[in-house]
């Protein structure tokens, strides 16, 4: 006769049932977790383009006008032009996307500066929503 001895350990059900259970508190808690990097994301997206408008404004105090692009804040040939006044090149969105720069801007203001967002395409609602800053 053999002897059978009950080896320590877990059985196949008992590690599919933790799996399972793992697996459902991942789907209650991944959500939560995702929408907070989109906000993360806006509110960086914000932040980078108040730095880019400290950067146009002093262009505009040395230039008298704002500047045709935002690579102008970098390099230009311009009498006048002090600068660079970005530290380094002009940054992506925080999506990967070039900002979009325009002056002067829609109903007399001085420039548009906005993000397409998440989607990377103009318009859209929610978390692919446009992230503006006039």
């Known amino acids: 006769m053999q002897n059978h001895a ?6 196949i059900i008992e590690l599919l049932i933790v799996v399972v259970i793992m697996g ?4 209650l808690v991944a959500p939560t977790m995702f929408s907070k990097v989109d906000s993360t994301k806006i509110k960086t997206a914000k932040a980078q383009m108040q730095m880019l ?9 040395d230039m008298g006008d704002y500047p045709k692009n935002l ?3 970098r390099i230009s040939a311009e009498q006048g032009w002090d600068g660079p ?3 380094k090149s002009v940054p992506a969105d925080p999506w990967g996307n070039s900002y979009q ?4 801007g829609p109903d007399g ?4 500066l906005m993000s397409f967002g998440k989607d990377g395409q103009p318009g859209g609602e929610d978390d692919a929503a ?3 800053h006039q």
């Open 6 to 11: 009950k080896q320590p350990g877990f059985t």
């Open 24 to 27: 459902l508190l991942m789907s």
């Open 53 to 61: 408008e400290t950067s146009l404004d002093t262009y505009r105090l």
């Open 71 to 73: 690579d102008n804040l």
């Open 85 to 87: 006044y970005l530290p």
């Open 101 to 104: 720069y325009q002056s002067p």
């Open 109 to 112: 203001a001085p420039f548009l």
């Open 130 to 132: 446009d992230v503006i």
